[in-house]
């Protein structure tokens, strides 16, 4: 399948987005999400940006204030998911003009659209800025 789940985190360890592309319950959520976050946030910018933990390899990157998190298959590529992190802060920042914590906060519902428009069942399908923001600037026309 792939990816497994996406975080979006602060600084602070706030969860501010989680998708997920299998099912947990709650109570695995939230554990899995807090073991996960305080593994990802004590490591130091000289180590690498991919940590194993249970059966998931996460790989993940600081932005400003957020921290973006991939939990991803083990045979999964690292680097591919890294430049799948990048591409989805360039499209936030292509559409909310440079991202931060608050554009997540108070447009949640716009970057669960661009999740959805990039992620399909665990399977990036869309790579286009301009493909998967032209659904978004539709509604923003019609509203």
Not at 6 to 31: C, F, P
Not at 51 to 66: C, D, F, G, M
Not at 109 to 127: P, Q, R, Y
Request: hydrophobic share 45%; net charge negative; aromatic share 10%.
């Amino acid at each position: 399948m792939g990816i497994r789940f996406i975080l979006m985190v602060n600084k602070q360890g706030q969860t501010r987005l989680a998708q997920y592309y299998e099912w947990l319950t709650l109570e695995e959520r939230r554990a899995l999400e807090g073991e996960i976050v305080r593994k990802c946030l004590a490591r130091n910018e000289q180590q690498c940006s991919f940590v194993e933990h249970r059966n998931y390899k996460i790989v993940y990157r600081r932005y400003a204030s957020l921290f973006f998190l991939v939990g991803v298959d083990n045979d999964e590529n690292e680097l591919a998911i890294l430049e799948f992190i990048h591409l989805l802060v360039e499209t936030m920042d292509r559409h909310f003009g440079n991202v931060c914590e608050l554009d997540i906060m108070f447009h949640l519902e716009k970057a669960h659209f661009m999740l959805e428009e990039m992620v399909m069942n665990g399977s990036i399908v869309e790579t286009s800025k301009a493909n998967i923001l032209s659904p978004i600037q539709l509604m923003e026309k019609a509203s």
